[in-house]
């Protein structure tokens, strides 16, 4: 069983940068894909990035791109979201979470991931 742990959230002015990881554990850890997800105060849990786990190919929401970084670290199990130029409107929870079957779903998917992290509040200030 997969379990994920993430990391790296906090307090941020606007403009700033942030690294959140996701640290995954589990017997025989094999995943097909980890993603993030974040969720605002009112809002539904909305998708962030994503990353194919054997290539390292990567998705991005629109509303982030240029401005989200994921990668990962195979040998550690690791998945990492590098945020930058931080805006108010980035405050929210972020989950990670794993996929560890190719459902032959989209990235954004959330039904392509079976297991989630328990999030990290990342908060901007202005």
């Known amino acids: 069983q997969v379990q994920l742990v993430e990391s790296g959230g906090g307090l941020v002015q606007a403009g700033g940068s942030l690294r959140l990881s996701c640290a995954g554990s589990?017997?025989?850890?094999?995943?097909?894909?980890m993603g993030w997800y974040r969720q605002a105060p009112g809002k539904e849990r909305e998708f962030v990035a994503g990353i194919k786990w054997s290539s390292g190919s990567t998705f991005y929401a629109d509303s982030v791109k240029g401005r989200f970084t994921i990668s990962r670290d195979n040998a550690k199990n690791t998945v990492y979201l590098d945020i930058n130029n931080l805006k108010p409107e980035d405050t929210a929870v972020y989950y990670c979470?794993?996929?560890?079957?190719?459902?032959?779903?989209?990235?954004?998917?959330?039904?392509?991931?079976?297991?989630w992290g328990q999030g990290t509040q990342v908060t901007v200030s202005s």
């Open positions: 589990g017997r025989a850890f094999s995943i097909y894909r």
């Open positions: 979470a794993a996929g560890r079957i190719n459902y032959g779903l989209q990235f954004y998917d959330a039904r392509a991931y079976d297991t």
